[in-house]
């Protein structure tokens, strides 16, 4: 089945619902008669690393770049990355090029005083231990 997930997501080229996942499979010309289980295919794409879920039930290959966790983790490897504390907008902009989820959702996350800090400048980083 993972094979199946993989030319189905290759084929379309973006991040896809698991249920239209399991869709499409049925649509290949060499799938099985017997239909695809959603159960099964979202197991596979929770277990095997190559795919990695960017939104909520979303799936893409992790060979297009996109970066798996929760939304703060991803700010805070951005912002180590970048080594200097990073704008609102920098940050938004970074984060929604490895996860497909809202601004807001960004926002909230740096709002977490617990993780990143507002500098004078409006400038975010991350807060030491």
């Given amino acids: 089945i993972k094979d199946r997930i993989y030319l189905v997501l290759k084929k379309e080229k973006k991040p896809l619902h698991f249920q239209k996942i399991t869709d499409l499979i049925q649509e290949l010309p ?25 939104g909520r039930g979303l799936y ?48 909230l996350n740096l709002n977490d005083k617990n993780y990143f800090l507002r500098d004078e400048n409006g400038k975010y980083r991350i807060k030491e231990a």
């Fill in 60 to 107: 893409a290959l992790d060979e297009w770049g996109y970066t798996e966790g929760m939304v703060k983790n991803v700010i805070a490897t951005i912002l180590k990355d970048a080594g200097k504390p990073l704008s609102k907008e920098e940050i938004s902009k970074k984060v929604l090029e490895k996860r497909l989820v809202k601004k807001s959702t960004v926002f």
């Fill in 30 to 54: 060499f799938s099985y008669k017997r239909k695809a289980n959603i159960a099964t295919v979202h197991n596979e794409l929770i277990k095997n690393k190559h795919f990695i879920l960017v």
